[in-house]
């Protein structure tokens, strides 16, 4: 096998690992984006903006890789950051494996998933550009730019590495083949914050 042939059979590889970690988000405009597994017992993570709207919280379903449908429970949101800590009744469920975003380099490639436009597992792929709190037009909190084309609905998804580890969030596209990210490291402190203070609760952090 060429170099070729075995890139693309590891990369199809690890999507197909990583593709039952991210379910589909539904409203009642239809199809809003997606979330990540982070938990085997329901617990999952996604955009403020897919979670919340104009009016608040968002009458959401989560739709799992089996076609099983759950309703979806906001227990936590950051607008600032843009993410959001979802529950479900379901347990067992494919958790997704955490990277380490600090480990991240330039010229790495990533992929990232999620239902653009309500097509389920929509991928795309690219190399990083950079990260941090100083990146142009996004400057004031860490980001991952990614040279990659995401759409809408591929918000709340997973960018992942080679490794099929999560290491940032689907968030924004800026221009053409830029998309932003937040780093699996920020997540990482959101959701112990809102796990630890009221992870029963609803609540704005």
Known sequence: MNIWAQLN?????????????????????????????????GLLVTNAHVAVGRRGARTLEAVFSDDVRRPVRLLAYDERRDLAALSVE??????????????????????????????????????????????????????????????????????????????????????PEVSFAVPVNAVKVFMRQALAEKALDAVVL
Request: net charge negative; proline share 5%.
């Open 90 to 175: 379901r347990r067992g469920l494919p958790a997704i494996a955490l990277g380490d975003s600090s480990r991240l380099r330039p010229g790495e490639f990533l992929m990232a998933i999620g239902h653009p436009w309500g097509v389920v597992d929509g991928l795309t792929g690219g190399v990083l550009i950079g990260g941090g709190s100083r990146l142009p037009e996004m400057q004031g909190q860490d980001w991952l730019a990614v040279d990659l084309q995401m759409r809408p609905g591929h918000s709340g998804g997973a960018l992942f590495n080679a490794a099929g580890e999560l290491v940032g969030i689907n968030t924004l596209i800026r221009g």
């Open 9 to 41: 059979e590891d990369m199809a590889s690890t999507a197909a690992q990583v593709a039952p970690c991210v379910v589909q988000l539904i409203g009642q405009e239809g199809s809003l984006g997606a979330a990540v597994i982070w938990r085997a017992d």
